[in-house]
């Protein structure tokens, strides 16, 4: 931030008055200092004098002392800074015209808003100067570029807090609908059933991890879910794949659709019968809201700005990502384990602005492969893990122990989709069946007698 002469040289956005009320009511009643520095940092002042003058405010409040001018003006000149904010003359006129009923919270919130202001035109500068520099890859100045508004929109002053009263006249319903538990049901079903009863299914805001070792049937899973929503929910889903082209997604969608087995289909060994299913399968597709994206290298940036644009122009219902250690960033890490714990909280940060659930893949360790005995996955055993359990609302996983035995006959077919997470919900396992020719995921027979929750 430029200092206070520069930003008037610049025209840039600001509002000294406010600023000078801001500081002197605290001089007036030293009790609104928690008021005003829950909201305001000494960089939104654009005066230099101004953010000197609330630094050491700062420093005697954290030493639990007074704060008037005498105290503030001695702490000013301990620092060598008294005569650089225009002296003691200057701390007494910091309250000259003040209104007698001060309007505090109204000065504080014209003086965040300049100084966004102000970072946005300074942002936007920035990135002017690196596209007429020309030096530079207009895809990294753009990602760059959309990382740090996104930053600038993260550091705003948020919607504070809420009374019970407040919470349910915002609920959609009222009162009636926020105590009625059929009507407090709002996820959408991902169309295994048992699931679903243990869930409430996925529910706006909530990051949902599905883990497993590879060759689990991770993707299959997340496809199966995706055209749940798209094609019985009408919802529109988000699907980003880093891992596997538009076409083979595609693929795999359509023959679990139809039903048919995705070797042969490869091979071209198809009966009339089986064309026939694949192109009532492809029929759905097309006029179902499921948008696939297979760009390499996708970063958060990228995934949050597709994603705010598809749910203007068409709704959200959910956003897949397959799968989170693929993911690219564009800042520094000091290591792989603060990088991919950026992912997830930027994608838990996304969920919950955009009220809709995400649903995000991950890679496990070796250890359930080195383990003896029980081979099922725990949450100790999430890759590179950082804090992916600490964002995630639920954490799933996949396991098919006919994968490590594959000599018993009895178990081929057999899935549990492990529930080892849940922040609002019981922990558990959902008995499930893979179809390998159609990789593909089912509910067991039993199962499909129950009724699913509400989509």
């Known amino acids: 931030m430029p200092s206070g002469d520069a930003i008037f040289e610049k025209g840039l956005p600001a509002n000294t008055d406010a600023e000078r009320f801001v500081l002197g009511s605290i ?30 405010m700062i420093d005697l409040h954290d030493r639990g002392e007074r704060l008037d001018r005498v105290t503030l003006a001695n702490e000013l000149m301990k620092h060598g800074q008294l005569e650089s904010v225009d002296g003691l003359p200057y701390l007494i006129s910091l309250d000259d015209g003040i209104p007698q009923i001060s309007n505090l919270e109204s000065y504080v919130r014209i003086v965040k808003n300049k100084a966004l202001l102000r970072r946005i035109i300074l942002q936007s500068q920035r990135t002017i100067d690196q596209c007429l520099a020309g030096n530079e890859d207009p895809e990294n100045i753009l990602a760059r570029a959309g990382d740090e508004l996104m930053k600038l929109g993260e550091n705003r002053q948020g919607a504070g807090l809420s009374t019970p009263q407040e919470i349910i006249e915002g609920y959609d319903g009222g009162l009636n609908a926020f105590l009625d538990p059929s009507k407090r049901i709002q996820g959408i079903s991902t169309g295994f059933l048992k699931y679903d009863e243990k869930t409430g299914g996925m529910r706006p805001g909530e ?52 039903r048919v087995d995705s070797q042969k289909f490869r091979a071209g060994f198809l009966n009339q019968s089986e064309r026939r299913q694949l192109q009532m399968a492809a029929a759905e597709l097309v006029e179902a809201p499921l948008f696939i994206d297979d760009t390499a290298s996708t970063n958060i940036m990228d995934i949050h700005a597709k994603v705010k644009r598809l749910k203007a122009e068409h709704g959200l219902g959910l956003v897949v990502v397959d799968y989170l250690q693929l993911m690219s960033s564009r800042g520094r890490f000091d290591s792989r384990v603060q990088e991919v714990s950026s ?29 003896q005995g029980d081979h099922r996955p725990q949450l100790s055993d999430l890759r ?39 922040r609002s919900g019981p922990t558990g396992k959902v008995n499930l069946v893979f179809l390998h020719s159609l990789t593909k995921f089912e509910n067991r027979i039993g199962d499909v007698d129950d009724e699913a929750p509400p989509e």
């Not at 070792?213 to 899973?221: E, F």
């Not at 992912?343 to 383990?371: C, F, H, N, W």
Request: hydrophobic letters at 45%; proline letters at 3%.
């Open 27 to 56: 001089l007036v009643d030293d009790e609104t200092f928690l008021q005003v520095a829950g909201i305001l940092e000494p960089e939104d002042f654009s005066l230099e004098k101004h953010r000197r003058i609330f630094l050491r």
């Open 207 to 258: 990051l949902i991890i599905i883990a497993a070792r590879p060759a689990m049937g991770k993707t299959a899973l997340v496809l199966n879910i995706a055209h749940h929503v798209a094609t019985k929910a009408q919802k529109a889903v988000a699907l980003f794949s880093l891992e596997m082209s538009k076409e083979s997604l595609l693929t795999r969608l359509l023959c679990a659709a139809a």
């Open 343 to 371: 992912y997830s909280r930027g994608l838990k940060l996304m969920s919950k602005e955009l009220e809709v659930p995400v649903i995000a893949l991950s890679q496990l360790s070796r250890a359930p492969d080195t383990r």
């Open 384 to 422: 590179e893990s950082g804090s992916i359990e600490q964002d995630a609302d639920v954490v799933n996983f996949i396991f098919r122990e006919e994968v490590y035995k594959p000599d018993r006959t009895d178990l081929k077919g057999l899935a549990e989709l492990i529930i080892a997470k849940q």
